[in-house]
């Protein structure tokens, strides 16, 4: 007899689309599962205004299979030039969901991100006001700090002074990877929550560099050490409500991981649900699989949790492809080095 789980169908609330071919080919790989996903607006330019993000979702929505349905839930990419009245719009016409702070040269595509906190407290005030959560990529960019400690920096330097300044901000952490991370987000109230992502479950930053340079395991945050990777496990699994999935699936294609100067991202929407139910059951904890995939992320967001259902199967290990092909290249699957036994079905 196969074990079965069902559960309502989940959504990812932290996710990479791009746009023309790349997006054409990995769309499918999330609507499949997926009901909603929170759109990361990373563009090159990025998604600034409602403009831009009605017209990016407009090309996800064509971009989408007639036999899938998907609710992109879009972002704005926050600038030092954000203007709070375009922002409150795109907020009161339902269009945008979250605003995103990437701090400059944080990550990928974020030069137009913001350097100096005080040009966007209007921005933020507006937020508070409105409801609207603020996504943050929190990484201090100081070259003088070294990027295993980058978050726990930006937790102290930028995000509780931020916090502070901003009473009433509801703030989503996204894809924390240290011990500090979980520990900063269990001391406050469920006005913050915090994204996890599901590679950040499975790799340590051994799994990255030893035997050899992994450019598929390199991504931003970076993977930490074990015992960092450990207390994401254990507040992914706790069912604490302020933990919620958001996989930071990013493709990018082979050239571009695979060189001198590779880019940080990992792609993992095809094989995301199989690795995750593994990953519960081996914590032990199955029941809270429901939970950090379907349930925490609508109830943070204020949104509905989805009334139709998914149903994974246990049985002999799932077969995946190594890569996803797109018009501009290959982009390599995320490979959790286990074999996977659930089935989405
Ligand atoms: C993301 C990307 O490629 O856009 N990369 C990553 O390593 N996660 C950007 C991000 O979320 O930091
Ligand atoms: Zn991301």
Redesign the pocket.
């Known amino acids: 007899m196969s074990e079965t789980l069902t559960i309502p169908r989940p959504d990812d609330w932290h996710l990479?689309l791009r746009d023309g071919a790349v997006l054409q080919a990995v769309l499918p790989e999330t609507a499949r599962h997926f009901a909603r996903a929170i759109i990361?607006p990373?563009l090159v330019p990025p998604v600034i205004t409602g403009a831009d993000a009605a017209a990016y979702r407009d090309r996800i929505l064509a971009a989408l299979p007639s036999d899938m349905s998907f609710e992109p839930l879009m972002t704005l990419y926050l600038t030092e030039n954000t203007d709070p009245s375009d922002v409150a719009a795109a907020q009161a016409s339902g269009l945008i969901k979250a605003v995103k702070l990437y701090p400059a040269g944080a990550?990928?595509?974020s030069a137009s991100g913001v350097r100096d906190f005080d040009k966007v407290r209007g921005v933020l005030e507006k937020m508070a006001e409105i409801g609207l959560p603020l996504c943050v990529?929190g990484e201090v960019t100081d070259a003088e700090i070294d990027i295993f400690d980058r978050e726990a920096v930006f937790i102290d330097r930028v995000l509780d002074p931020l916090r502070r300044a901003t009473p009433g901000l509801r703030v989503v952490m996204e894809?924390i990877t240290t011990r500090d991370g979980v520990d900063y987000v269990k001391a406050h109230d469920e006005a913050l929550g915090a994204t996890i992502t599901t590679h950040h479950l499975v790799i340590n930053r051994n799994h990255i560099l030893v035997g050899g340079i992994r450019p598929h395991y390199y991504?931003?945050p970076v993977a930490k050490r074990e015992e960092h990777r450990l207390a994401l496990r254990a507040a992914a699994t706790s069912g604490d409500k302020r933990f919620f999935l958001g996989t930071?699936s990013?493709p990018?294609t082979d050239p571009n991981k695979e060189s001198a100067c590779g880019?940080?991202?990992c792609f993992t929407a095809t094989n995301t649900l199989s690795i995750l139910a593994e990953v519960f059951e081996q914590e032990g904890a199955l029941d809270h699989l429901s939970g950090f995939v379907s349930e925490h992320g609508p109830a943070f967001y204020g949104l509905p949790v989805n009334a139709d259902t998914l149903t994974l199967t246990k049985g002999a290990a799932v077969p995946y492809p190594d890569k996803i092909d797109t018009d501009d290249g290959p982009v390599t699957l995320f490979d959790p080095q286990m074999p996977l036994h659930w089935r989405v079905s």
């Open positions: 990479h990361m990373n990550t990928t595509n990529h894809h991504c931003l930071d990013a990018h880019c940080a991202g």
